[in-house]
């Protein structure tokens, strides 16, 4: 079994900040990939950032310049800084990853969700 737990969500008011951070653990071998994602009221789930285990981090357009994912690997943690966060960034935010499990199998977690508000 591997789960993920996020945290860092919240109430911000725009032009704010918030860290999100999402722990991975259980019977991992390796973790391929980590990113987060979100979902907003009506809206379809979409990529907010991921990396890829030594490769590049691909963000969505929108959060460019704004959002940072880093990754600390001896941690097997993920996170997002979210800087200048403007009201449609409101949504729940889910960690994802991509992992093999020590019983060499691919399996693809997602985290709980944490709802990050953003107000004007």
């Known amino acids: 079994q591997v789960q993920l737990v996020e945290s860092g969500g919240g109430l911000v008011q725009a032009g704010g900040s918030l860290r999100l951070s999402c722990v991975a653990s259980?019977?991992?071998?390796?973790?391929?990939?980590m990113g987060w994602y979100r979902q907003a009221p009506g809206k379809q789930r979409e990529l907010v950032a991921a990396?890829?285990?030594?490769?590049?981090?691909n963000y969505a357009d929108s959060v460019k310049g704004r959002f940072t994912l880093s990754r600390d690997n001896a941690k097997r943690t993920v996170y997002l800084q979210m800087n200048s966060l403007i009201p449609e960034d409101t949504a729940v935010y889910y960690c994802?990853?991509?992992?093999?499990?020590?019983?060499?199998?691919?399996?693809?977690?997602w985290g709980q969700g944490t709802q990050v508000t953003v107000s004007q």
């Open positions: 994802n990853a991509e992992t093999i499990t020590t019983t060499l199998r691919n399996v693809e977690v």
């Open positions: 259980g019977n991992i071998f390796r973790i391929n990939a």
């Open positions: 990396n890829t285990s030594g490769g590049p981090t």
